[in-house]
């Protein structure tokens, strides 16, 4: 089975591509990392490859929002050619992954639903949470078990939506936060998928725990820690390798 081509779209304030990619590697795949300035001069990029990744961190230094200019840029760059192809990448039922700032570019592009609001507390959320999995189609989640660990690390991660109760509904809550709601997300929503399943948006990182010794305890426990970040990894390329 041949590896499947990943890109993984980056901007200036972008600080998590690198780890992204490397995810992707270690999941089966072959990334490339795109700067959004590469993608407004050769747009057919998204055409050719089976995963997209829009990594986290601080895309324009959260100017005018968080993830508001990369959304635009992608939205409207090079007369819209950048976000025709992200919506036939889509329409194509490939996997697209936004992590964190990536989450906030999506909703803001309306490929997914809801948005995501200042933290309730006023204050940036930085630490290891535990999530879990509703029942959805999310091929990103597939198969994945419970319970699962994660890196936050938002100030804008509070998720936000006109009827929380119909998207829970109609299977589109692809994780939730255990126990204590870091945020004040509705529903404790720390992730979201689109109506196909192939679209996912999430505060946590995986790409933060898709090695054991990158978990707390993964050099101080005798025993071996699993790193779930890379079972999300190795979903999404699963998924793609199928196609």
């Given amino acids: 089975m041949s590896r ?9 304030g972008t600080n998590r591509d690198i780890a992204a990619a490397r995810a992707l590697e270690a999941a089966g795949a072959n ?5 959004v300035a590469e993608l407004l001069t050769q747009p057919a990029l998204i055409d050719t490859t089976q995963i997209i990744v829009i990594a986290g961190g601080f895309s ?3 100017a005018l929002g968080a993830g508001r200019v990369l959304a635009l840029e992608l939205t409207h760059g090079d007369g819209g050619r950048v976000g025709e192809a992200l919506r036939r990448h889509v329409d194509r039922r490939r996997p697209l992954l936004g992590i964190c700032n990536g989450f906030q ?7 997914l639903e809801g948005a995501l609001a200042h933290n309730e507390s006023g204050e940036f959320a930085c630490g290891w949470v535990d999530l879990e999995i509703p029942e959805s189609n ?22 936000v939506h006109s009827n929380p109760q119909e998207l829970a509904q109609r299977q589109q809550i692809a994780l939730r936060y255990a126990g204590s709601n870091p945020n004040g997300s509705m529903l404790s929503i720390a992730g979201i998928t689109d109506p196909t399943g192939v679209v996912l948006g ?24 699993r790193p779930v970040g890379l079972a999300m990894f190795i979903a999404g390329v699963t998924y793609a390798s199928s196609l």
């Fill in 105 to 111: 570019v999506l909703t803001r592009m309306g490929l």
């Fill in 202 to 225: 999430m505060m946590p990182h995986p790409e933060d725990h898709y090695l054991p010794r990158q978990h707390p305890q993964g050099l101080r426990s005798s025993q071996s820690v």
């Fill in 31 to 35: 990334a490339r990392i795109s700067p």
């Fill in 60 to 62: 324009h230094a959260d």
């Fill in 4 to 12: 499947p081509l990943a890109l993984v779209i980056s901007a200036p």
């Fill in 138 to 159: 999310c091929v990103w989640t597939a198969g994945l078990d419970q319970p699962l660990s994660c890196v936050i690390a938002h100030g804008e991660g509070r998720y």
